[in-house]
């Protein structure tokens, strides 16, 4: 077994042996066991080991970690109550972040499992497709266009195998891969005998062994290196900016109030667990739970309506998105072909054009595509007098197919495929009548025939022969061929897609089509669905502009015809160039790199398995309607989660910052760090059911981006409200009820929950508190919270965290001025979204 890291430098039946493996595959026994042995074909860490860590992660901030030290050190101070009660608020804050964030990473795995990307494997001899997480060291896999290699392994056998390996390489063009065996010291990217995890088969055909799964493989070892992540979403580098911006403020904050703490000759270690405390409750270190809980379930949500999200971060980009870009086929289109008609080059019906693409179309063995399909169905001939000896399989290069044909004693290679790669091939064309003419006079009238088909909206497919002296061919051999007709396709619009693509207009997004087809195709499909006359680039042009043009083009674009597959991305990237938040939706072998390169790549669960890999969410059904539905929910996890931040940014904010300035002038601690500490977790709750919150129609209806400045704003404006408010109920505590501290703090804690509890209901919507019903758990765990937060005093758990009864007087005190602060902070809200605009 040693000799499998150089197994390019062996002979096929050596690494069978050593893999233990024939070639009729593994038995399913076999696999089960070494599925045991290898573990699980995947890069990431198991399901435990990651539950474990986001445990962990709970307790990892450097503030946490401090006030767990400085509580254990209280202990040996002789003061094991007051650690014990950090230590428990600790614990549950953690737990409760745990609960929510192992939820939610329980919900997504389910979802996920939905879309797997699968492998076709012989078990038992035969062909079955199963998990990629689910192939093992030995089996062997049946691989063709669009599939993803799921292992290194080794060629078995090919037919015009051709892989991107770019991936892994950085090599742009695809590699050719053939069976052989290479010296030990080849350089991976001439291994041309080898097929790497983390590539992709671009055409032909292959069966080869599977010798090295997950972490074992090239790509397995580079990403443990250098430990790979996507990189961060636009919303996701917001919220990096903001908590930094808390933490700085926090971190000046702590150590002002220490020292002057100390210098007013307070206890030392009493002042410092103040400080921590202070710090806790200014940090927003729920933040990660609730995005988390709050992306999950939009996942959840957007699973109902047939999207499935594979990377949570996409979702804030999905609501964002403003441009999204689409082929037709399927999207705009019913995406069932049909054969409209087959024509010679006179333009007159021709069984023989039909027949020849009936043969071409029925002995395909590679890519599996809905054109055939509609050729198959169309109409059926009896074939049995051919005898298929060879095929060079459909690539996006060439755009052809070709297969080699065995007749009585006559070789044939019949072609079909795209009619300009056709036509380059062609040297004569055949006539109505069987004569066959160079094809130079008749370039024009040909391509004029096309245009016709296109203008009245049908796709026109070339077919081509040539008589053949070998038994076997090569795409080299696709010359010298005779032009025989015309294959017109008609894919018919949805019905409906024109009140769905102004729905999207509505949203904000607007729609652009990248298609391969021609321009008359493209345009006679706009106009069918009923929308204004396109403004149109095709790719020929697109080639002849500078990137600073394109920029400025493809904003007044939104009709791409003829458009190269390399062409999609430099298309995508102008878009994003231009400022926009950019979605595409691709299913094909040659839409990866544009699916890589949008902010939100789109697929379907019926793509190839290179496109379904690099999309970010997959759609059930390709539908439009469904996209629909996903962006308007990717809104509103956006417009909750920024609830959040402007919670944090708030009464949390204004609370910690006023009880900071007020201990400067007490001559006592307005809370104990175990009060804060409780303060903090009671205020956490309500937020933590935000994700199940309402939202307003209007935030749902325009996409939004974070907003680093406005939140700014909004925390200067609601913080100093809130600070005022405090300041008001420290007077009313100190010069009106003349309170004791412990009343003081008992007072303050009560006016402190309740007040940030209540807000929430305020600040959660841009409307009126009365028209804007919050959501059944927001509101249901805003109201637990104050009953909680009223009763505490009267509790064993009360008294053991220094809390004391108030006198009635002091009740109708602190609900006036909690009354007052939701009635001001409603007008304030008014004025201030009136001012600022977001």
């Known amino acids: 077994m040693n000799q499998q890291s150089t197994f390019w430098n062996l002979p096929t039946d050596q690494v069978l042996q050593q893999t233990h493996s024939t070639t009729s595959g593994l038995s399913r026994k076999d696999a089960k066991q070494r599925l045991s042995k290898y573990g699980a074909n995947s890069l990431k ?9 986001l445990l962990l992660n709970q307790f990892k901030s450097p503030i946490i970690l401090i006030l767990i030290f400085a509580a254990v050190l209280s202990i040996f101070l002789q003061d094991a109550a007051a650690a014990t009660i950090i230590l428990t608020i600790v614990l549950i804050s953690g737990l409760l972040g745990f609960w929510q964030e192992q939820g939610a990473s329980n919900a997504v795995e389910k979802l996920l499992a939905l879309v797997q990307v699968k492998a076709t494997v012989l078990r038992d001899g035969q062909s079955q497709e199963i998990p990629t997480e689910e192939v093992v060291p030995g089996d062997i896999i049946v691989l063709c266009a669009g599939k993803n290699i799921p292992g290194d ?7 015009d195998l051709s892989v991107d390996e770019a991936a892994l390489t950085g090599e742009t063009y695809p590699v050719d891969k053939i069976n052989g065996v290479l010296p030990a010291v080849t350089e991976l990217g001439q291994r041309t005998n080898s097929l790497y995890m983390g590539t992709n088969v671009i055409s032909g055909t292959a069966k080869a062994v599977v010798v090295h799964t997950g972490k074992a493989t090239e790509f397995g070892k580079v990403s443990e290196r250098l430990k790979l992540r996507p990189p961060e979403t636009e919303f996701e580098r917001g919220l990096s900016k ?3 911006f808390l933490m700085e403020v926090t971190l000046i904050l702590v150590v002002l109030i220490f020292v002057a703490n100390v210098y007013l000759h307070r206890p030392v270690l009493e002042s410092f667990l103040f400080s921590l405390a202070l710090a806790v409750g200014l940090t927003p270190h729920l933040l990660p739970a609730i995005v988390s809980v709050n992306l999950a379930h939009g996942a959840r949500k957007m699973a109902k309506k047939q999207a499935i999200v594979k990377r949570l971060s996409a979702i804030e980009n999905f609501g964002s998105m403003n441009v999204f870009c689409t082929d037709k086929t399927g999207t705009l289109t019913e995406g069932e072909v049909k054969i409209h008609s087959a024509v010679d080059v006179e333009g007159q019906e021709s069984d023989r054009v039909l027949l020849y693409a009936y043969l071409n179309a029925t002995s395909e063995s590679g890519y599996v595509n809905p054109i055939d399909a509609a050729i198959r169905e169309h109409k059926k001939f009896d074939i049995s007098s051919y005898q298929k000896l060879d095929e060079v399989p459909y690539d996006f290069n ?8 065995k007749k009585e004693n006559t070789n044939l290679i019949v072609t079909k495929g795209a009619l300009k790669n056709i036509l380059d091939v062609c040297s004569s064309v055949e006539t109505a009548e069987g004569k066959t003419i160079n094809i130079v006079d008749q370039q024009q009238k040909l391509h004029q025939e096309a245009e016709d088909l296109g203008s009245k909206g049908f796709r026109a497919l070339g077919v081509a022969y040539r008589d053949f002296e070998r038994d076997s061919f090569s795409k080299d051999d696709e010359t010298n061929m005779t032009f025989l007709g015309y294959l ?7 019905s409906g897609i024109a009140d769905t693509l102004k729905e999207l207009e509505l949203l904000g997004v607007t729609p652009k089509m990248i298609t391969g087809d021609s321009k008359a195709v493209a345009i006679s499909i706009i106009q069918q669905i009923g929308l204004p006359e396109p403004k149109t680039l095709t790719g020929s042009e697109l080639e002849k502009l500078s990137d600073e043009a394109l920029i400025h083009r493809v904003q007044h674009t939104n009709v791409f015809a003829e458009v190269e ?3 999609k991305e430099r298309i995508i990237i102008a878009l994003k160039k231009a400022g926009n938040v950019v979605g595409y939706l691709g299913d094909g072998i040659n839409d990866a790199s544009a699916l890589h390169a949008a902010d939100v ?4 669960e019926s793509a190839v398995d290179v496109a379904k890999e690099a999309a970010d969410i997959v759609l059930m059904a390709k539908d439009l309607n469904v996209l629909v539905e996903g962006v308007k929910e990717g809104r509103v996890t956006f417009a909750n989660t920024l609830k959040y931040v402007f919670m944090a940014t708030s009464a949390n904010f204004g609370n910690m910052f006023s009880m900071a300035g007020i201990s400067l002038f007490l001559p006592f601690l307005p809370l104990l760090p175990s009060q804060i500490l409780l303060t903090n977790l009671l205020t956490d709750l309500p937020q933590m059911t935000i994700a199940t919150d309402r939202v307003d129609k209007e935030l749902a209806n325009t996409p939004r981006r974070m907003d680093i400045k406005f939140i700014r704003n909004f925390m200067i404006v609601f913080g100093l409200l809130s600070s005022i408010f405090d300041y008001l109920t420290f007077g009313a505590l100190l010069l009106l009820l003349h309170a004791e501290p412990e009343q003081f703090r008992t007072g303050w804690f009560m006016e402190s929950v309740i007040s940030a509890s209540m807000v929430v209901l305020v600040i959660r919507t841009r409307q009126s508190i009365f028209n804007s019903k919050p959501g059944k758990y927001l509101l249901m765990a805003t109201l637990a919270t104050v009953g909680v937060t009223l009763i505490i005093p009267w509790t064993p758990l009360g008294t053991l965290l220094g809390f004391r009864p108030l006198p009635l007087s002091f009740m109708l005190v602190l609900g006036a001025i909690v009354l007052l602060y939701v009635t001001v902070a409603e007008n304030v809200k008014r004025v201030f979204y009136q001012r600022v605009k977001f």
């Open 242 to 244: 903001f908590g930094y």
């Open 601 to 604: 790549g789109i697929s379907v």
């Open 45 to 53: 860490q198991t399901h435990k080991s990651s539950a474990l860590m």
């Open 565 to 567: 597959p390399n062409q």
């Open 398 to 405: 060439r755009k052809r197919l070709s297969i080699l044909f």
């Open 488 to 494: 017109a396709l008609f894919d018919p619009p949805k």
């Open 153 to 159: 392994c080794l060629v078995l056998d090919s037919k």
